[in-house]
């Protein structure tokens, strides 16, 4: 989710929402253009690329793995375009039982992979037309709510909606049990500013895990991406306009109190778990499931409102944590998508706490490289990346107290420790400009600059809308039980060796994660929430070279897989493209064509000036 700089009271909030992952990395992106076509896979013209779904809401065992014997109940012959998801669906009524047709046919659907020169079928991701599969026999029926929607009167927490229409998505809150309860999930479709709009709509999944999709209407219509096509948007389970959300205002208090604390201390870490625990025994003696609150659900949710609203075909626009959620949605519920955005890109297959050092590094050294590119830059601040870690390392040593004035809160206390002045790199990386003479008078003992604005990204906080149960459900069963400490501390090191263990023991803006999952108490996901979305729905990956959440780096590793994707990375841009002339550009102009959109403007897309001293930002370049 995003931190822009659009004023502190919404600065604050994107940057609670705002989070990545990372892994071994691949290289890091330069501060310039990139633009890309990825060309299919080979042998993908002879055979149909297939996304296989594969969640926890679909059975499975491990490939290769035989299956109970189960009784055939008919034959299916496979056709063009078919997915093992779409067999199962049509012909058991049931699309998650798509594991049990693959287990019964294994040795078919492998002897077929390897005559069309597949080293295997990789779990029946591939499978060819005319191929014969026997069916299984019908399960025991399952009652389950039915999805429906509900038309309702437009929410007036972000002002009067105007040529809207909303309602409630009701699903079941947990799709494997058959008793579960129901929730009601906000949904508004924002008509087109065309008098005829084309009949495919967007919908758009919003960032966090946490965020409410409602509160980006105005943003994404401003950018004028409803521009040809209505605009819907899902508050997804678990957010503040829809019901039951898991709102912590316990956690937003801790985050208050932070800034008057040694970010990376033991005792804040303390404190943090407790808010969470609280938070846990709070919603959970409310009745709330809060294993349900998973990607894997919300992806279930997205193709229920397709299915209730109607609707044969759209496009998905996502952005950060959303990404994370069209990448699985696009390799579970393949039907019925045109096109996919992914703009500051979490691949599910990655993401970890240490998967955030590697954007935070790359954020880092482009930012830096932008100023020496910049003669002015360049000439008062030659050694800004050395001093800003010099910086860190003496902070860490010896943190900075200091006093500063935060709108709408008034005057606070503000520690500044080296990770405190590391993550404020996820601040600095929205308005860059500030960055080179931030780092210069904080080391030369005037830390009021950067105290003022790490201090504004957290206070007043987000006052109770921002889930960050939500975030906790998603976290703590989807990234960290795929990591050890050990491999989380290794990628620090790798990132940034010339800091000291303490700063590196604590990810990029997931300090203490570990401790809080221990209080949230979630089960671990299953493995099939790591798999890599492979697919050739046509996909434009858009990435800022400033991204210290999501680097760039990430949109081009989720590329790789997809054989119809279009790779943009936009210069001096942060975490978010979606709003930015250029990327807005770009995305409608792929939403009108996605095999040929129109570039041409990454061009023309440069970093701002840096600002020099008091004499405010050089515009002579």
């Known amino acids: 989710m995003p931190i822009r700089d659009r004023g502190t009271a919404a600065a604050a909030a994107m940057f609670l929402a705002g989070l990545t992952m990372l892994s071994a990395a691949p290289a890091h992106g330069t501060s310039g253009l990139a633009t890309t076509r990825q060309k299919p896979a080979a042998g993908e013209g002879a055979s149909p690329r297939v996304s296989r779904p594969q969640s926890g809401l679909s059975p499975g065992r491990p490939a290769g793995e035989a299956g109970p014997a189960e009784a055939k109940a008919g034959m299916h012959t496979v056709a063009p375009g078919n997915t093992l998801w779409d067999i199962a669906r049509q012909a058991l009524g049931?699309?998650?039982?798509?594991?049990?047709?693959?287990?019964?046919?294994?040795?078919?659907?492998?002897?077929?992979?390897?005559?069309?020169?597949?080293?295997?079928?990789?779990?029946?991701?591939?499978?060819?037309?005319?191929?014969?599969?026997?069916?299984?026999?019908?399960?025991?029926?399952?009652?389950?709510?039915?999805?429906?929607?509900?038309?309702?009167?437009?929410?007036?927490?972000?002002?009067?909606?105007?040529?809207?229409?909303?309602?409630?998505?009701?699903?079941?809150?947990?799709?494997?049990?058959?008793?579960?309860?129901?929730?009601?999930?906000?949904?508004?479709?924002?008509?087109?500013?065309?008098?005829?709009?084309?009949?495919?709509?967007?919908?758009?999944?919003?960032?966090?895990?946490?965020?409410?999709?409602?509160?980006?209407?105005?943003?994404?219509?401003?950018?004028?991406?409803?521009?040809?096509?209505?605009?819907?948007?899902?508050?997804?389970?678990?957010?503040?306009?829809?019901?039951?959300?898991?709102?912590?205002?316990?956690?937003?208090?801790?985050?208050?109190?932070?800034?008057?604390?040694?970010?990376?201390?033991?005792?804040?870490?303390?404190?943090?778990?407790?808010?969470?625990?609280?938070?846990?025994?709070?919603?959970?003696?409310?009745?709330i499931d809060l294993a349900a609150y998973n990607t894997s659900e919300n992806a279930a949710d997205a193709a229920d409102l397709r299915r209730v609203l109607g609707i044969r075909e759209w496009n998905v626009l996502s952005h950060s944590y959303g990404t994370q959620l069209a990448l699985t949605y696009m390799r579970m519920f393949p039907e019925g998508i045109r096109s996919v955005t992914i703009d500051g890109v979490v691949p599910p297959s990655v993401a970890t706490p240490g998967w955030t050092w590697s954007s935070m590094r790359e954020s880092f050294d482009n930012i830096v490289s932008a100023c020496a590119a910049q003669l002015s830059c360049r000439q008062r601040y030659p050694d800004i990346g050395a001093t800003y870690l010099r910086t860190v390392r003496q902070l860490e040593a010896r943190p900075v107290t200091t006093y500063v004035t935060v709108p709408q809160v008034g005057r606070v206390k503000v520690v500044l420790d080296g990770g405190a002045l590391l993550n404020w790199m996820v601040r600095a990386s929205h308005a860059p400009e500030t960055f080179a003479v931030g780092v210069d008078e904080l080391a030369h003992g005037h830390p009021e600059r950067i105290a003022q604005q790490w201090a504004s990204a957290w206070l007043p906080g987000s006052q109770g809308m921002f889930a960050h149960g939500f975030s906790l459900s998603v976290w703590c069963s989807e990234w960290v039980p795929f990591e050890t400490p050990q491999e989380q501390l290794a990628k620090g090191r790798q990132a940034f060796p010339e800091l000291p263990r303490s700063v590196l023991a604590q990810a990029p803006q997931l300090p203490f994660l570990r401790q809080a999952c221990q209080a949230w108490n979630v089960p671990k996901a299953p493995d099939s929430v790591r798999e890599v979305t492979r697919s050739s729905i046509p996909t434009l990956a858009v990435s800022g070279s400033f991204d210290a959440q999501t680097g760039a780096q990430w949109g081009r590793y989720a590329a790789r897989t997809l054989s119809r994707s279009t790779v943009v990375t936009l210069a001096g841009v942060a975490h978010g493209a979606y709003d930015t002339p250029c990327g807005a550009k770009v995305i409608t102009s792929f939403l009108d064509d996605p095999e040929h959109p129109d570039t041409r403007c990454v061009n023309t897309v440069k970093p701002v000036p840096f600002a020099i001293g008091s004499e405010g930002a050089d515009t002579s370049e």
């Open 94 to 287: 049931d699309a998650t039982r798509w594991g049990s047709v693959y287990d019964l046919n294994r040795q078919t659907i492998e002897h077929e992979a390897l005559r069309h020169g597949y080293p295997s079928s990789d779990r029946g991701h591939w499978i060819f037309p005319g191929t014969m599969l026997a069916l299984p026999a019908p399960a025991a029926a399952r009652t389950l709510p039915t999805s429906r929607f509900v038309p309702a009167p437009c929410p007036t927490t972000y002002g009067e909606l105007e040529d809207t229409r909303c309602g409630f998505l009701v699903v079941p809150e947990n799709r494997a049990h058959p008793s579960s309860r129901t929730l009601r999930l906000a949904v508004a479709r924002v008509r087109s500013s065309s008098p005829r709009p084309h009949a495919d709509p967007i919908v758009f999944f919003t960032g966090g895990p946490g965020a409410d999709a409602l509160a980006d209407i105005a943003g994404l219509t401003e950018a004028g991406l409803n521009r040809d096509r209505d605009l819907i948007l899902l508050s997804q389970r678990g957010t503040y306009s829809s019901e039951r959300p898991l709102t912590c205002p316990e956690i937003d208090r801790f985050y208050g109190e932070r800034v008057h604390l040694p970010y990376d201390a033991p005792s804040t870490g303390d404190l943090y778990a407790q808010a969470a625990a609280r938070c846990h025994d709070r919603l959970t003696a409310q009745g």
